[in-house]
């Protein structure tokens, strides 16, 4: 069966961004100039993705407006002949999307559970926001690819570093079928490093079959006292096999603070319309915290000197 849906997690308190997830949606937050959830939907159109259900909560009002026609500042862009900017209001409303609500936000199972109605009986894709991925072929249409030859669930992973399996949900491999695509022993969510299986952790694009969703249904709290999708997952795998796909492109995490400025600035540097100005103002600031770097360290050698 052609896989022909995505869902995608957005109910989210995005706590780690207050005061500016107050009332806003985090996925609403721009990278440059685009929210990140829209680079979301993206790739899933370019994996050919048909329908996508976005599982929202709280404040996520702007999501629906985002992917919706604006026909006021439609007009207002064609009076003023700003044929550039309407293309970029049209892009985001060629989108099949739907929405549910998760009132009452109970991990990242629990928000999977929402879309039972909405997948039926197909296998689908999971897509966190949290993670933008950079790669020739989407990561969601390389995990569709293999599931054209498997007929498995497959989850996309990577090696990170040891001292942060207990941020992922982490596999346990068991060799692999071919060049990146492994078997899996066992799937554990958020394993501190000294009991890590591994280094490969699940990084946001999940392919699923349907019978995740009875297994979800029935499934106790685990980590963080959340109905997690990996503990469904690790259960699915003895029942069929559930493959881990090795992710080889560049992953951007948006989740937090820093990894969300390191992306800004990683974009910028590509964006036709500011790239040469953020380059001049980095290498400016670069020499100038050097310079500074050198003051400082002169100034400390002295007053080590002295007292000696
Ligand atoms: C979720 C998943 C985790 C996965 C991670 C990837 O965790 O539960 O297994 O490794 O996303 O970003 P969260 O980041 O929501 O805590």
Do not use: C
């Not at 966190?128 to 569709?144: A, F, I, T, W, Y």
């Not at 280094?199 to 963080?224: H, Q, S, V």
């Not at 974009?267 to 770097?293: A, T, W």
Request: hydrophobic share 40%; glycine share 6%.
């Amino acid at each position: 069966m052609k896989v022909r849906k995505a869902v995608i997690p957005a109910a989210g308190l995005g706590t780690r961004f207050l005061p500016a997830t107050k009332a806003m949606a985090k996925e609403m937050l721009p990278i440059v100039d685009k929210p990140t959830i829209q680079f979301i939907v993206e790739e899933a159109l370019n994996s050919g993705i048909e329908d996508i259900l976005i599982v929202t909560g709280k404040a996520k009002r702007p999501i629906e407006d985002h992917f919706d026609a604006n026909l006021e500042l439609e007009m207002a862009l064609k009076e003023k002949e700003k044929s550039d900017l309407l293309k970029l209001v049209e892009e985001t409303t060629d989108v099949n999307l739907h929405f549910i609500r998760q009132s009452h936000p109970n991990g990242l199972g629990h928000a999977v559970l929402q879309a039972k109605a909405f997948v039926g009986n197909e296998p689908f894709v999971v897509m966190l926001g949290d993670d933008l991925m950079e790669d020739k072929n989407p990561l969601s249409k390389q995990l569709m690819d293999d599931y054209e030859k498997t007929h498995a669930s497959t989850i996309a992973v990577m090696d990170v570093p040891h001292e942060d399996t207990s941020k992922y949900g982490i596999i346990n491999p068991d060799g692999q079928v071919e060049k990146g695509l492994f078997n899996v022993n066992s799937f554990v969510e958020k394993p501190e490093p000294d009991v890590a299986p591994s280094d490969l952790a699940i990084i946001g694009r999940y392919l699923l079959t349907p019978e995740i969703f009875p297994i979800l249904e029935n499934l106790a709290p685990g980590a963080g006292n959340e109905i997690q999708l990996t503990d469904a997952i690790d259960i699915l795998n003895k029942t069929q096999r559930v493959f881990a796909r090795q992710f080889k492109g560049k992953r951007f995490d948006v989740g937090d603070k820093f990894g969300f400025m390191r992306t800004s600035i990683e974009y910028g540097l590509v964006h036709p319309q500011i790239k040469d100005d953020l380059v001049d103002f980095i290498i400016e600031l670069g020499n100038k915290l050097s310079q500074k770097k050198q003051v400082n360290e002169s100034r400390r050698n002295k007053t080590e000197a002295k007292r000696k």
